[in-house]
């Protein structure tokens, strides 16, 4: 059996009316540097990939549609497409992170940190006691 | 074309006493910074080989530098009922301000720079329902 030590404990963000869900807070830009913008992000390690609007992406400036594109598609069949940008992802603690984000072509509400972002951080959840711990390493 | 600066400090004392000296001693003077300038510039390396800035200086950029944003989320935290008013919406949020907020985000983040907002922080609203579960898609 491994043993994991984490460097992390981060509580779940609480929303509205006392739900409470695993997210992390991030400044997104892309290399360029010029523009950035502040997001909550879902832990999701049931998405493959990393998944954002695609407005918050166009307000850094991308050029959208010149990604390469990636089909979405949940459980029951429904899918999306977004197309793919490097970016830059930079939290208070864990620090930068570039990662590949799907930026979604249809509007969605969630930003969604898949198993791309779980090969970048070891995580650990204790759902029971609404904390998740992180170590910023692979 | 790539260039940089040499500076020479002269002490005040000296600075005041070129000022008062002869026209041959001012010459004299200027021969030897002169000679002192050449001097130093045959000990720095030739521009192409300045060293490049070290990468951290590369991570001071604002986008880069960690949102820090313990003052919204503390703030969203202590105006739920307020933040009722916008489900559904999109909002930025800057400190204690809500500078924007609609249906569309392109719309909300351009009125939120339009404010002088550099680096927006920016979340949506969920209109909760007891009976709705969320999943990723």
Known sequence: MTTVEYQYQIEYAYDRKGQRFPRLDFRMSTSSLTDAVDVEAYLDNGCEYTLSNGWLGASLGLDLLSGRRRRFESASGIFLEAAIHPVHLVHDDLGVFDLEVSFSLTEIRRCLLGRDFFDLAQIGFREHHQCFFVTPEP | ??????????????????????????????????????????????????????????HEAPALQPPRRHKEIAWRRAHEAELETYAGQWVVLEGETIVAHGKKP????????????????????????????MMGL
């Open chain 2, 1 to 58: 074309m790539p260039s940089r600066t040499l500076t020479i400090e002269v002490p005040p004392a000296e600075a005041r006493a070129y000022e008062t000296a002869t026209p041959e001693q001012q010459r004299r003077v200027d021969d030897a910074l002169r000679g002192r300038f050449r001097e130093l510039m045959r000990t720095l390396p030739p521009v192409s080989q300045a060293p490049e800035p070290v990468p951290s200086q590369a």
């Open chain 2, 106 to 133: 392109a719309e909300v983040l351009e009125r939120a720079k339009g404010q002088g907002v550099r680096i927006p922080y920016i979340f949506y609203v969920e209109e909760l329902d007891p009976d709705v579960a």
